[in-house]
Structure formats: C-alpha cells, structure tokens
C-alpha cells in the first residue's frame, strides 16, 4: 500500500505561504528585508533535505538581484554581479529545462524540446547557452533576464502553492502558470518564432542525416541492423 505522506523540507503549506509571501508580497513591492528573510528560511529548508527545482532557481535569482541592488552606488565589482547571475540563470534553465531521460528520441532529447514541454520560453535556453559556450551577455539582459525569471517561476510555480497538490514539483502548475502569463500578456520573452525556426531546423538536420544512411545503390552505409539469418565471417571479410 502506498504511503499518504509526502517528505518537504517545510513542516506545513502555511509556512511555504509564508515565505511566499515574503518573496512576492500581494499588497506592496517586495522589500529587501523581507526577501532576505525568505532566503534564510529556503537555506534552513535546503539543510533538512532537497528543495524542488522552483524553490531553488528563485533562492538563486532573487539572491543575485538583491546582491545587485546592495551594491549600487558603491564599488562593486562588475564581475561579481555578472556571475552571480549567470550562476543563477544556468542553473534555472538547466534544473528546468534538462532532458529527463537519455532513452527519448533524439528530437525530444533537447533542453529547447523539455522547455517547449513546460512552457519555458525558449529565449532562456538561448540565454543559457551563450552563458555557457559563448560570451557573457551585457549586464542589461542578464539584470532583465532574472527579473523575467523569478516572474515566470511566480506565475508557474509559487501561485500554485495553494492547491492541494502544489506541494510535489511536478512542473503542472508552471505550464499552466505559463498560460496564464500569455493570456495576460506578462511574457514579454516570446519564443514563439524561435521554437518555429529551431522546429524546422530540427527537421532539416534529421532528414540530411536519413539520407547520409542511404548509398548509391539505396542500400544502408555504416552501421545497421542486420537482416535475415546471421552467419559468421572471417575477420576482415565483408
């Protein structure tokens, strides 16, 4: 018999309420104090066991953001405020949008297709990989870039905390959280022309590689599935 009981690291819905609360206050602008206080209570939750994906992609991003805003007017160094969002940016994208399972088919085996799949918009995982392979974005889009984050995650994730099964990341409520933001017109990283580009790029790659199988004669080259009844050769002999 399956157990009823779920493990969190919180001890009950109203204290991840609570901090959600604190992390997007209904009523006011988020204050730095209240934030901070938020974070130290996901670190406690983060020693008592593993935090779900959402929890802690928006501890990452609201950190760097409050580092940033901390530093302003003092000398900070503009190399640490980029790491520090670069730092949280990758791992959002990569705890969201990393292909579940090496078994899938190679379409399906992309972070571009895992975020089609919950609605991330494909701009982050451009973002992600120009972190990562590429250059260091100008810190403009890295500061716009979080800010969109942490509103995806609250659309997606945070506003779903009251529902009864809210409490499992199983990435429902950030699709459906997702939806909603496109209805309200909140998204304002559409990647609706990048997933169709990537889509047909995609299918162009797939179809070159089908026909690099085939031969002159029409027969497949390389590696194949034998056909018929298997007999032996000598080593060398084709």
């Not at 292909?99 to 972070?111: D, G, I, K, V, Y």
């Not at 169709?196 to 497949?220: A, L, Y």
């Amino acid at each position: 018999m399956a157990s009823a009981y779920e493990i969190t690291p919180w001890r009950t819905p109203h204290e991840l309420r609570s901090v959600r609360a604190q992390l997007f206050p209904p009523f006011h602008a988020p204050l730095p104090a209240e934030r901070r206080a938020a974070l130290d209570h996901i670190r406690a939750w983060r020693a008592r066991g593993r935090l779900p994906p959402a929890i802690e992609a928006t501890a990452l991003l609201v950190d760097a953001i409050l580092h940033d805003e901390a530093g302003a007017g003092r000398e900070v160094s503009v190399w640490t405020v980029e790491k520090n969002y670069c730092t949280a940016l990758t791992r959002f994208v990569t705890t969201h949008a990393d292909p579940p399972s090496r078994f899938l088919p190679s379409s399906q085996r992309t972070m571009f297709a895992t975020a089609r799949n919950i609605g991330l918009p494909a701009a982050f995982v451009d973002l992600r990989h120009e972190i990562t392979h590429g250059s260091v974005p100008p810190l403009g889009v890295l500061r716009a870039s979080a800010r969109e984050a942490v509103a995806w995650l609250e659309r997606g994730w945070w506003r779903g905390v009251d529902s009864e099964d809210a409490d499992s990341d199983d990435g429902e409520g950030e699709e459906e959280g997702e939806k909603d933001g496109e209805q309200e017109g909140e998204n304002v990283m559409d990647g609706d022309d990048e997933w169709r580009k990537w889509c047909e790029e995609d299918e162009r790659r797939e179809k070159e590689e089908e026909n690099d199988h085939e031969d002159e004669d029409g027969k497949e080259g390389g590696w194949y599935k034998p056909r018929g009844v298997w007999r032996p050769r000598p080593i060398g002999v084709l």
